[in-house]
């Protein structure tokens, strides 16, 4: 806010030296335009070039406007009633050359500072003879410690709505003359005071002198405050708080001080006690008001309380009372027949909760005679959202009525969209907050620019989603209490609540999921679309395939076309992608079950066959919605090689390789989607850590979008919990890929880093955490074709080495040439990658002492713990590798030795594991089954007791399936659904 409409009072002066009195290279005259100062025709004599060398006089009644960016010697405003103002995005600086400075006011003046003004080192003198000086600060006056000085003899009135350094010579109100005086810095809302030297207020005589905090902050640091001379009696002297919404703020623990200047009355509050609280971890001192001032009569119920202060110059301050109105129409539309976004409204409502510590006051319509801020809920009163679905908008709007943020979508998920866009864009709520630990600030206010308008859509991919993928760890830390699922829907809410934030639309819920388990239509009411895998084409669960029945489409079509028309009945109702396809049970080529299929051509015969028939069965129930091909590995395979055709108007999706590279050979085009890992348990990928570098990612999916191949992307993220970095950069290419089409893919993905960190991380540290994260995509393994994970290092030790060598160490028989060929290549590997990591680990670890306290657990988890999951992988390989080869030497106190160190490191990474479980997440790797990092450990533990000759201790089941969570066996006979139905619906027992 500005307190003195359009121009200020004041009088500075800058100057390379002392300028004696009436006296200046350059004095205004105003033959130019007359108001200008960057017009050279104003200046006496006329043609300046504005200098760092050059002194500039204002005289009597002048009003001088800076509104470009200037540097000079100095500046002299005298004389009565002048005025100079710099003007909203223009600099006004003093040289940094000049060493001394006077300047002086002979009556009322006024400055206002809407852009910045730069006194640098040199100092400023404010002086006035009778009248009153006046400074308004909106932009901002940046300055360093100088011997400045004020006036003895005039009022001096700082209102500071921007950001202000302070420090004067001598006292602040300290004053020579006759009659009564008034010193005064008045801290508005947005506005902070930052003191450069210690704060002594003097005042006796009726004069006055205070810092007035209405809203705003004053930083103190570690300066002083000295009132000895300050008369105490008078209400109207000292600190004062005069609005709930202020702060005051010391470096160090200065509680002690601070109660001695409350108990002195040299700091004093107007709303409410004041309590002073310590930060350790930013070794700050805080004062703030502990109470609001006396309530004031009660207002009707529709009329919650008002803000004490507007908010500063083009802001809208909203706070916990500002109401939220949601029509009654849009209202009857959320509670009765759009419950997807009555649940996004919950969700924001809490964020408003953490936020501001009340819940919000929601009204059908603005309290009667309110004039102050209010979110209205989707109302579109212009009609100007963007054409296509899912779009919406924030912005502001001012009317008669005050000041409305308006929350608009063009349908349901744009109404929702909006409503976390709000959290996100204003709120200050990170989308991953649950699963990266990072909760919003508290505030007491939050300003909102006044010019707010942003529109948002339409998206980019039509359809963008997650699929939870082999969810061994979610099923074990958040298990579905009747063991019917996987995990329960409590997660999945989670999950479906991150999906919306990211502005996804459509689920894939779990790796093995029949028709009519409860997770599809949780999904579809949290306001997703449901999709399929290239497994369960339809929703048909083929990995529960009855034993006793046959399985061949070409051979029984009967059997498949009834178990897939009640899949499909299934889903009837719910908006669905549906997917087509033909594979074999078990994740596998149909060939292996139909054996007497032998050649590419009648392989994919059979593919295009069933995939129309397919297709004629959705159409049934469902005209008009999507249904795409993903067609996984061999699929792809023969149709890449044209032995496939697809169903006129199915989607064609291209698979990547599981590492982030995208197997269509250049094929992309108009229409076609993509299935996308970012997290990926497999022989060579990363389950358990980050998979890819999002520079691959902006190249992969930018090559689609170039093309026009945006109709559908799935992304696969495991367990979720551990890829939020990629998974949020392939959703937010989803939403929207303009900004991204333009620039290299190296400079998306190093900007997209940055970004990260400092969202995450801060601003201090965001440059060299990005660094290290561009450090840890960059291993050389990661980065090379085939894209190994760290997977990679425990599936290949059991695979290629223990599960070849165990039987023979057990009988003390010599290993094979190839066990020993293996041991000597993946030594070399593992070898030729550690130094790299350790070089990592160690640049990456002296960082987390430098975070702030609530940021540490993340880094440990996302950062160190993941570094190190893939060192001491490598580590372990390395030195399970050399043992192998001691052992065929005959050197066994050698090959004990790489055992222990082997065994060592795959402790280390469980102990890792254990330092990235905090909080809530404390259980989080107990579910680990698919990599298995117990079963490495356990296969070494019986290595090194054969190497001593030892019984092999006893060791944990080998592999945990996901279905080991569940207990569906009463269900038996129900295929293909979970639950007896009965004429197509579920029976409820």
């Known amino acids: 806010m500005k307190s003195f409409s359009a121009r200020l009072v004041c009088m500075l002066l800058l100057s390379v030296a002392v300028i004696p009195a009436g006296a200046a290279p350059y004095s205004w005259d105003g033959?130019?335009?007359?108001?200008?100062?960057?017009?050279?025709?104003?200046?006496?004599?006329?043609?300046?070039?504005?200098?760092?060398?050059?002194?500039?006089?204002?005289?009597?009644?002048s009003s001088v406007n800076v509104t470009g960016t200037v540097e000079v010697g100095s500046i002299r405003l005298y004389g009565s009633e002048g005025s100079l103002t710099i003007e909203e995005g223009a600099a006004l600086s003093i040289a940094d050359s000049t060493s001394g400075t006077i300047s002086q006011i002979d009556a009322s003046s006024t400055v206002t500072i809407d852009g910045t003004l730069s006194t640098g080192s040199q100092r400023y003198d404010i002086r006035g003879q009778s009248g009153t000086v006046k400074i308004a600060v909106n932009g901002t006056w940046d300055a360093a410690p100088a011997n400045n000085g004020i006036t003895d003899d005039a009022n001096v009135l700082f209102e500071v709505n921007g950001s202000m350094d302070f420090g004067i010579r001598h006292s602040f109100g300290r004053v020579a003359g006759g009659g009564q005086r008034d010193h005064r810095i008045s801290i508005y809302p947005g506005g902070t005071v930052t003191m450069q030297q210690p704060l002594s207020l003097q005042a006796a005589h009726g004069h006055t002198a205070s810092i007035r905090l209405t809203g705003g902050t004053l930083d103190m640091g570690g300066e002083t405050y000295e009132?000895?001379?300050?008369?105490?009696?008078?209400?109207?002297?000292?600190?004062?708080?005069?609005?709930?919404?202020?702060?005051?703020?010391?470096?160090?623990?200065?509680?002690?001080?601070?109660?001695?200047?409350?108990?002195?009355?040299?700091?004093?509050?107007?709303?409410?006690?004041?309590?002073?609280?310590?930060?350790?971890?930013?070794?700050?001192t805080t004062v703030l008001p502990s109470a609001a001032a006396p309530a004031a009569p009660a207002e009707p119920a529709e009329q919650p309380a008002r803000p004490t202060q507007a908010a500063a110059k083009g802001r809208v301050r909203i706070h916990a009372d500002t109401p939220w109105i949601v029509p009654d129409a849009y209202r009857r539309q959320v509670t009765v027949g759009n419950e997807p976004v009555m649940r996004a409204l919950e969700d924001v409502k809490r964020d408003w909760y953490k936020v501001f510590g009340h819940r919000p006051v929601v009204r059908p319509r603005a309290p009667q005679n309110w004039d102050g801020p209010m979110i209205v809920f989707g109302v579109t009163p212009d009609g100007d959202l963007p054409r296509g679905p899912e779009s919406f908008a924030l912005r502001v709007q001012r009317d008669s009525g005050g000041p409305r943020i308006l929350v608009n979508g063009n349908d349901t998920r744009g109404l929702i969209f909006a409503a976390y866009a709000l959290s996100e864009e204003i709120l200050g709520v990170n989308p991953w907050y649950f699963w990266t630990g990072h909760e919003p600030e508290a505030r007491r206010h939050i300003d909102v620019p006044a010019t707010l308008n942003e529109t948002f859509g339409p998206p980019t991919f039509r359809y963008r989603g997650f699929f939870i993928n082999d969810e061994d760890l979610l099923g074990r830390y958040s298990p579905d209490p009747l063991r019917e699922t996987v995990y329960s829907l409590d997660m999945l809410d989670r999950i479906c609540e991150t999906i919306l934030r990211l502005r996804g639309n459509m689920i894939v819920p779990g790796t093995f999921n029949f028709p009519d388990e409860r997770c599809w239509e949780f999904a579809s009411r949290r306001g997703l679309a449901l999709n399929m895998h290239h497994i369960s084409v339809v929703g048909l669960l083929t990995w529960r395939w009855p034993e006793d029945v046959p399985y061949?489409?070409?051979?029984?079509?009967?059997?498949?076309?009834?178990?897939?028309?009640?899949?499909?009945s299934a889903f009837e109702g719910f908006e669905t992608v549906w997917t087509v396809g033909y594979r074999g049970k078990h994740d596998r080529p149909f060939w292996e079950y139909e054996t007497e299929v032998k050649t590419a051509e009648e392989r994919g015969a059979v593919i295009t066959e069933a995939m129309a028939r397919q297709v004629e069965l959705i159409r049934e129930v469902d005209p008009d919605g999507m249904i795409i091909a993903n067609l996984w590995e061999e699929g792809s395979q023969l149709m890449h090689e044209g032995h496939v055709t697809l169903p006129e108007g199915v989607v064609r999706v291209w698979a990547d390789n599981g590492g982030g590279v995208i197997d269509d050979d250049g094929a992309a085009r108009a229409g076609d989607g993509i299935y996308y890992h970012t997290a990926m348990m497999g022989s060579m990928r990363n389950q358990l850590t980050e998979l890819v570098t999002p520079s691959r990612i902006y190249r992969e999916l930018g090559r689609f979008a170039r093309a026009g191949g945006t109709s559908y992307l799935l992304v696969n993220v495991s367990d979720v919990k551990p890829v939020p970095l990629s998974t949020e950069c392939a959703m937010r290419f989803a939403w929207n890929a303009d900004p991204y089409l333009d620039r290299t893919d190296e400079q998306n993905g190093d900007a997209y880093l940055l970004e990260w960190s400092r969202r995450e991380f801060g601003e201090e540290v965001a440059e060299e955490i990005a660094e290290v994260y561009e450090g840890y995509f960059n291993i050389p393994y990661k980065r090379k074709p085939p894209h190994r994970g760290a997977n990679a290092n425990h599936t290949v030790l059991r695979r290629q080495l223990d599960g070849p060598a165990a039987p023979l160490l057990a009988a003390g028989e010599p290993l094979t040439k190839e066990i020993l060929a293996n041991a000597e290549e993946l030594r070399a590997f593992a070898a030729s990658n550690i130094a790299y990591v350790k070089k990592l680990a160690a640049e990456a670890e002296p960082i987390l002492d430098r975070l702030p306290e609530p940021r540490r657990a993340f880094y440990q988890e996302h950062v160190l713990a993941q570094i190190q999951f893939h060192l001491q992988g490598l580590i372990m390989l390395e030195q399970y590798c050399l043992a192998l080869e001691a052992y065929d030497r005959n050197d066994t106190a050698r090959a004990v030795a790489c055992a222990e160190q082997a065994l060592a490191a795959c402790e280390r990474i469980i102990e890792s594991m254990h330092e990235a479980e905090s909080g809530r997440w404390t259980t989080w790797y107990y579910g680990d089954g698919k990599v298995n990092v117990e079963d490495s450990r356990d296969r070494i533990r019986v290595l090194l007791a054969r190497l001593n000759g030892e019984p092999p201790p006893p060791t944990r089941p080998r592999r945990q399936h996901i279905f080991d969570y569940q207990e569906q066996e009463r269900f038996e006979g129900n295929f293909p659904y979970l639950y007896p139905h009965c004429d197509g619906k579920r029976v409820i027992e």
């Open 552 to 568: 061949s489409y070409r051979k029984h079509p009967e059997i498949m076309e009834r178990y897939w028309r009640q899949c499909i």
């Open 31 to 61: 033959g130019g335009d007359g108001t200008s100062f960057g017009d050279a025709g104003n200046w006496n004599p006329a043609g300046s070039s504005f200098t760092t060398g050059d002194d500039y006089a204002i005289g009597d009644g």
């Open 227 to 284: 009132y000895e001379k300050l008369d105490l009696s008078d209400e109207d002297n000292g600190i004062i708080f005069r609005d709930a919404d202020s702060t005051l703020r010391l470096s160090g623990d200065r509680r002690d001080r601070v109660q001695a200047w409350i108990d002195d009355g040299a700091l004093r509050s107007e709303v409410g006690s004041l309590t002073s609280r310590y930060d350790p971890a930013g070794n700050t």
